[in-house]
């Protein structure tokens, strides 16, 4: 199996945050997916970058799936890095290959094939969603056939989708955001992505509240930086936290069902 997995971040955004202690988005996606698809061949591309060098539709045509990270991007912001990025993903939709997105990478599929996204007047929605609920399509779904209830994912975003593209279908949602996970057809390819970060540890959410403090304070979401850090250490410690959310097989089994989708 052949994977290409799309960095949604500015190659200065995610080299500082390794710098800092963080993992970068890519290098996440390559983790989960030496646990959950071992044998799997994987590359990596950087769209938000304008020196990189991307395949063409038809060198796309030669991996079996796309997996789309998050991103510190806006799509509203139009930028050279964000409509690059708009771009490579119609080209992934035009190849037939199947598509998979999380938080960013759910927006960028959205807005190509015709929705729209932007901020949720909730604000964001950081560390552990509320919890998220399957629609009666989503119960149905082959990528949630583990859940059977209620559940909760590591999550950070401001934006959300808030018109859907034609002929898609809502599969999950909570009370910050009615569109926690989505799945549509849009011209040869088939998409599912999710709004939360299944991809991500407990470790990688404790690293960006300390890392976005300032910016959590500056939104009102906090008052202070010992509220954002007692946040952190309630996560850190993992004690109260649901095994949905610690057990990374369970975290990460939407991703998994839409691997083994590929294999079909």
Request: net charge negative.
């Amino acid at each position: 199996m052949r994977l290409l997995v799309v960095e949604g971040n500015r190659k200065e955004t995610w080299q500082e945050r390794e710098a800092r202690g963080g993992v970068a988005y890519h290098k996440r996606f390559r983790s989960m997916l030496k646990i959950l698809q071992p044998e799997a061949e994987v590359e990596v591309v950087f769209p938000a970058d304008e020196e990189s060098t991307l395949p063409t539709i038809d060198q796309l045509k030669t991996f079996d799936g796309v997996l789309w990270t998050g991103s510190s991007l806006y799509i509203q912001d139009q930028t050279a890095a964000v409509l690059r990025q708009l771009a490579f993903a119609d080209d992934v939709f035009e190849s037939g290959v199947p598509f998979y997105g999380s938080c960013w990478g759910l927006q960028i599929a959205a807005v190509v094939a015709g929705g729209k996204v932007g901020p949720n007047p909730k604000g964001r929605e950081i560390g552990i969603t509320q919890p998220i609920e399957l629609t009666a399509e989503g119960r149905k779904h082959p990528c949630f056939q583990g859940r059977k209830e209620k559940f909760n994912a590591l999550c950070v975003h401001l934006d959300e989708v808030v018109k859907l593209p034609e002929n898609s279908v809502v599969l999950a949602g909570n009370e910050h955001s009615a569109v926690q996970a989505l799945s549509f057809r849009y011209k040869n390819s088939e998409f599912f992505g999710v709004q939360y970060h299944p991809e991500f540890l407990v470790s990688d959410m404790v690293f960006i509240i300390r890392f976005l403090s300032e910016l959590l304070i500056s939104e009102g979401l906090f008052q202070s930086e010992e509220l954002v850090e007692a946040l952190a250490l309630k996560l850190e410690d993992q004690s109260s936290l649901p095994e949905c959310v610690t057990n990374y097989l369970l975290h990460t089994q939407d991703v998994k069902y839409w691997l083994d989708g590929l294999k079909r």
